[in-house]
């Protein structure tokens, strides 16, 4: 594997004179020696205009754009070099991993105590310090537990590490890379990932299986990165402290995710963390099993582990309803409709394969007897849907990403009012709806609860705001980062 072409770095000439004088203490040639040699080594300052600064050092902003960057002082960076981020006055004030190919020219990894620290040199040592920080985090937020066993371990610019996600799925540990600085030190976050699952005996208490699964799309297009093969990206596995480490043929879904060096940046990859020849993962969240397997219609990382606080909720709201999931995926929100004790739940998908994988699940729960899963296309559903007489007590909408960014919000929000109307007259009177979005444009646009307001009215409904909701804890955010914020999940009582 190779990273993209780069920049060329021009060596200082050096005289014969020069050199030969080098030997003379205080001579001026000697100087000039020590200068060119240190120069040469010297970490490279990329100083910001002035009115940018702020952004960075007071707002703390981890995403250093282009457009931010005055110059770069000292030997030219390649992709992934460390570089020092300055104010206009040349003062360093934080540090990170540069990119010339992308408009987020550095992704900052640490703030500076004082103008004179400098970058790490051991860059493994400190991205063990930060996958093990994160790891403490989700210990305090329980996590893995007895019922649940997958979480997200790394959240890219909530944890620290902008453009790395890292999910854990009971004994899998998927590492989802979209940006380029990930795979040039590829070698050294396996091996630091490696180290804190072992000393902390994660992983399901065994051996950690890593699996990498790069957003290629986004690494080639957006980052700059280059595969040998782009068909089997990131084919050089690396398996070190007797770990496995595997990699995955992987394309994201084309999606600008959540402000996009953000949260899952591009990383809702079709490809499976197995391959077709194991046998199925079984995860646990909340006691309800979940079956991830090769052929499955895994996405993201395997599972949508951001969802888990609001299926819980669901499930405390399920007792003795009828219950009707809307784009159901695999059944994590029918399945916690079930086993919070709902009377009939139904769940409908436009992929035969989530349909297929849902019902699977169902069984695999005992659940089978009260969940029903069926394939609906959700546009022709949206024109001609019908509720059943009484209407449906309790009604889940989480429909794919309809905004990958904000040039198409007009659509989206259409197709969003459009979706949400269509659900409401499916809701009994009294009844609940649970509606989501996991488009990052609208989500920081502030726009979905306007949205909801339009669809009731198309539907000659009225809401009641209940509850408002993100992903769960083990998402965190950076406040510097808004963009980091991308999934919506709203409850409301309609009437």
Not at 3 to 17: E, F, G, K, N, V
Not at 148 to 165: A, M, P, Q
Not at 289 to 300: I, M, T, V
Request: glycine fraction near 10%; charge should be neutral; charged fraction near 20%.
């Amino acid at each position: 594997m190779q990273h993209a072409t780069a920049l060329l770095r021009s060596a200082p000439c050096i005289s014969l004179r020069a050199f030969t004088s080098a030997k003379r203490p205080g001579s001026r040639a000697g100087l000039h020696v020590r200068a060119a040699v240190a120069s040469k080594t010297a970490t490279p300052r990329l100083v910001l205009k002035g009115g940018k600064v702020h952004l960075f050092s007071r707002h703390r902003n981890p995403v250093v754009y282009g457009g931010a960057v005055d110059n770069i002082k000292g030997p030219a960076p390649a992709l992934g070099d460390a570089v020092l981020v300055c104010d206009g006055a040349g003062a360093a004030f934080a540090w990170g991993f540069y990119n010339p190919h992308s408009m987020y020219r550095v992704r900052i990894m640490q703030m500076l105590s004082s103008p004179e620290q400098k970058a790490p040199s051991d860059i493994q040592a400190l991205l063990r310090a930060k996958i093990q920080a994160a790891w403490e985090l989700r210990r305090a937020l329980d996590l893995p537990s007895q019922d649940t066993d997958v979480y997200r371990l790394v959240n890219s610019e909530g944890d620290g590490l902008s453009g790395l996600i890292i999910d854990v799925l009971g004994s899998q540990v998927v590492v989802a890379p979209s940006a380029a600085w990930c795979m040039r030190y590829r070698a050294e976050i396996t091996r630091a990932l490696t180290e804190v699952l072992q000393q902390q005996g994660s992983a399901g208490g065994g051996e950690p299986v890593i699996v990498w699964q790069p957003a290629v799309t986004m690494l080639t297009r957006e980052e700059g990165w280059t595969f040998d093969d782009p068909g089997a990206a990131g084919s050089q596995g690396v398996a070190t402290n007797g770990a496995r480490s595997r990699a995955v043929s992987g394309e994201d879904s084309g999606e600008e995710e959540e402000g996009d060096a953000g949260e899952d940046a591009g990383t809702d990859i079709a490809a499976s963390p197995a391959s077709p020849a194991d046998p199925p993962l079984i995860i646990r969240e909340h006691g309800l099993r979940y079956s991830l397997d090769a052929e499955g219609p895994n996405q993201k990382t395997g599972f949508y582990a951001d969802q888990r606080d609001s299926r819980l909720v669901l499930r405390q709201l399920s007792k003795g309803k009828r219950v009707l999931d809307l784009c159901c995926y695999t059944g994590g929100f029918a399945l916690n409709a079930a086993a919070g004790g709902a009377t009939h739940v139904l769940g409908l998908d436009s992929s035969h394969r989530a349909v297929h994988a849902a019902a699977a699940n169902a069984a695999l729960n005992g659940l089978d007897q009260v969940l029903t899963f069926e394939r609906q296309d959700m546009k022709a559903w949206g024109r001609g849907s019908q509720p059943p007489p009484g209407g449906w007590d309790l009604v889940v909408l989480d429909p794919p990403k309809l905004a990958p960014g904000k040039k198409a919000m007009v659509r989206a929000t259409r197709q969003y009012t459009a979706y949400n109307a269509a659900a409401m007259r499916l809701v009994a009177p009294g009844g609940l709806l649970m509606t989501c979005s996991c488009s990052g444009a609208m989500t920081q646009s502030d726009g979905f609860l306007p949205m909801l307001q339009d669809a009731a009215r198309l539907a000659g409904r009225s809401l009641t705001l209940l509850r408002s909701a993100g992903a769960a804890p083990d998402h965190p955010l950076d406040p510097g980062y808004p963009e980091g914020r991308y999934l919506t999940n709203v409850l409301v009582r309609v009437t």
